[in-house]
């Protein structure tokens, strides 16, 4: 379910680029998860079922990741990750 998400998200960025601002949503439960998503042209992220599995800190232990990602990378932006895995 993850990939076929992961796919449809990178299909919508391909065809839309930024004209849509594409809502990642499947199985989103970690920093690599959410990254898989952001890197297939998401901006933002729906993450109910991990939230019901893990509780609100969830949201906290990807946004954690998410930014350690960024720093050893040498990131500044999250827009630089979005569909960067969609040519």
């Known amino acids: 379910y993850r990939k076929m998400t992961t796919d449809i998200i990178s299909h919508i960025y391909r065809n839309a680029g930024d004209k849509l601002d594409i809502i990642g ?13 952001i890197r297939a042209g998401a901006k933002a992220l729906q993450l109910v079922t991990a939230i019901r599995g893990e509780g609100t800190a969830v949201a906290g232990k990807i946004n954690r990741g998410i930014i350690e990602y960024m720093e050893r990378n ?7 990750l979005v569909g960067i895995d969609s040519p």
């Open 25 to 37: 949503v499947g199985a989103v439960n970690s920093p690599e998860s959410a990254l898989e998503k």
């Open 74 to 80: 040498s990131i500044s932006s999250l827009d630089e």
